[in-house]
């Protein structure tokens, strides 16, 4: 009798530490592949597994349902997981949804459909998302112009904005690379597709583009830019109708007092900013901070703000990371001037040092937007032509991952922005 009831105590305890959930941690210290962390919890999503982003619980960690298919593929992909039963999953619940406690659990319900904006052609540059997706093994689908001035950008939940010039200037290569080949055979491809697509110019081909792209976001899209797409495109939108291009680029002069014209009502982050008129000057505008920083690469990072879990999962889902101070890296556009950002728009990554903005999020319409300074979070200061970072050697990157959680909330289950 008593090994009876010495087996029955053995089997309900066993039952009741039965496992049910797996929680993928996103510390420092436990988890060995950050980044492909977010492509497991794409990869359940798409599986129709439910899964929940907890927000500041341990670096943003994720709690998914325990089947095997999902430990066997944590296990191939290199991610680390925890086995936890009922009630230590009951535990984590009442931590986080205790009102002392700045977490949040957000379910996430459908993984978004993706689009990557970049040209057909090799370049002679890559991109850092296009680089991340692939690494975490998330699926998108590449599209340009003909596709998106065809209305299929509507195919899509979450765009992004490669390194790209939407102001018809060729990126502002003309100084450098004017005679470099590739600079010359990209400048007769954009000037054939324009042709074909029945626009006189680039300039307009790519404001036509810039304005579909817009429709998107207001209709209730998700863009992401970085780099060089950030303020060439809000330039593109202020300056709709008015030339400002010089001759190099579109074959006749500018237009006449054009900074006057410019229309900051129509741009989604940026105001009052003066535009570079020199042609081979590498600069847009003065919303860029490259050429006015003056931060050693050894004291460049970037501080992460705090906000609500409980009050504005948004922001907080994009700031979701192991640490609050992030390496900062250079691009065409590294940083933005924080007094040419609009009051509407919320600062998400800070140097203080310089008064700059690195990270930052709006809202346009029903849709939202995030623009990402920089060109590579691993590369302090890419070059055109240098190799592409191999992921596998900064798989716990800091400024990765905030890319893949841009990447990933548009999956969240809505709740209002309160900020």
């Known amino acids: ?5 010495i087996c029955l105590l053995v089997f309900l305890s066993v039952i009741a530490a039965k496992a049910s959930f797996l929680l993928v941690p996103m510390d420092e210290s436990t988890q060995q592949n950050h980044l492909k962390a977010y492509g497991i919890t794409f990869w359940c999503l798409e599986k129709n597994y439910k ?3 907890l927000l500041n619980y341990r670096g943003g960690s994720f709690l998914l349902p325990d089947a095997m298919e999902i430990r066997k593929e944590c296990q191939i992909r290199g991610v680390s997981f925890e086995i936890i039963s009922d009630a230590e999953q009951v535990l984590i619940s009442n931590e986080i949804a205790s009102p002392s406690q700045n977490m949040e659990s957000v379910v996430l319900e459908k993984a978004p459909k993706i689009a990557v904006y970049t040209p057909k052609g090799k370049q002679p540059w890559d991109d850092a998302v296009t680089l991340v997706l692939t690494y975490a093994e998330i699926p998108f689908t590449p599209i340009y112009d003909e596709e998106v001035l065809s209305e299929q950008l509507l195919l899509y939940d979450w765009l992004h904005l490669h390194h790209e010039d939407f102001t018809g200037q060729y990126g502002k290569f003309y100084g450098a690379y004017k005679n470099v080949p590739w600079y010359i055979e990209q400048k007769k491809e954009s000037e054939s597709l324009a042709t074909k697509l029945g626009y006189s110019k680039v300039s307009h081909e790519k404001g036509a583009v810039a304005k579909k792209i817009r429709d998107f976001v207001i209709g209730g899209g998700f863009m992401f830019a970085m780099c060089s797409a950030t ?9 709709d109708g008015v030339d400002i291009c010089e001759a190099m680029f579109d074959g006749d002069p500018s237009e006449g007092n054009y900074q006057a014209k410019m229309n900051y009502g129509s741009s989604f982050a940026f105001k009052d900013f003066t535009l570079e008129r020199r042609p081979e000057q ?4 003065d919303i860029d901070m490259t050429s006015k920083r003056r931060v050693p690469m050894e004291k460049d990072y970037f501080t992460l703000m705090e906000f609500s879990a409980k009050w504005d999962p948004i922001p907080s889902m994009l700031c979701q990371n192991h640490t609050q101070l992030v390496k900062g890296f250079m691009g065409q556009t590294t940083a933005f001037d924080a007094s040419l950002i609009k009051s509407n728009v919320l600062l998400m990554g800070t140097c203080e040092l310089n008064g700059e903005a690195r990270y930052i999020h709006g809202q346009k319409g029903k849709g939202m937007f995030t623009f990402y300074g920089g060109h590579d979070p691993e590369d302090f200061q890419h070059q055109v032509g240098d190799a592409p970072t191999v992921l596998d050697l900064h798989a716990n990157s800091p400024g990765y991952r905030l890319i893949l959680n841009n990447v990933l909330f548009p999956a969240a289950r809505k709740k209002k922005l309160k900020t």
């Open 282 to 285: 590498y600069e847009f505008s």
């Open 231 to 239: 303020d060439s495109f809000d330039i593109s939108l202020a300056a």
């Open 1 to 5: 009798m008593f090994k009876k009831i």
């Open 51 to 53: 899964a929940s982003w």
